[in-house]
C-alpha cells in the first residue's frame, strides 16, 4: 500500500503561481507511475497531469497545458506540479494519485490518493 500527502496549496491572485508537492510512502517509487486529479465543488474530479515511472512521459489536460508542469524525483518518493499564470477556474481540491497501470488519463487506473489540497484563485 502507498500513501500519500499533498502540500503546498493555498490562495492566490489570478496570474500567480503555485507549487504542489505529493509525498509518497510505503511503496517503490519508480515502479509506478503519478497523477494529480482536481474537483471542484459541484463538479466531478477531472485529470490535470500525469507522469510515468520513469519520468519519461508526461501528459496534461488541455485547460492546463503550457501552465503548468509535473515533475517528479523519485529519489525522494515525491510528484510535483507547478502551477503558473493561475485562473479562478482552477479552483479546486488537488489530489496525487498512485497508477500501476498505464492509461494514466483514465481516473478508473489510479489505485491510491492522497487526502488532497486546497487550491483558490481569486481575481
Known amino acids: 500500500q502507498v500513501q500519500l500527502v499533498e502540500s503546498g496549496g493555498g490562495l492566490v491572485q489570478a496570474g500567480g503561481s503555485l507549487r504542489l508537492s505529493c509525498a509518497a510512502s510505503g511503496g517503490t517509487s519508480s515502479s509506478y507511475g503519478l497523477g494529480w486529479f482536481r474537483q471542484a465543488p459541484g463538479k466531478e474530479r477531472e485529470f490535470v497531469a500525469a507522469?510515468?515511472?520513469?519520468?519519461?512521459?508526461?501528459y496534461y489536460a488541455d485547460s492546463v497545458k503550457g501552465r503548468f508542469t509535473i515533475s517528479r524525483d523519485n529519489a525522494k518518493s515525491t510528484v510535483y506540479l507547478q502551477m503558473n499564470s493561475l485562473k479562478p477556474e482552477d479552483t479546486a481540491v488537488y489530489y496525487c494519485?498512485?497508477?500501476?497501470?498505464?492509461?494514466?488519463?483514465?481516473?478508473?487506473?489510479?489505485?491510491?490518493w492522497g487526502q488532497g489540497t486546497q487550491v483558490t484563485v481569486s481575481l
Open positions: 507522469i510515468n515511472r520513469s519520468a519519461g512521459s508526461t
Open positions: 494519485a498512485v497508477n500501476f497501470l498505464g492509461d494514466y488519463l483514465n481516473y478508473a487506473r489510479y489505485k491510491y
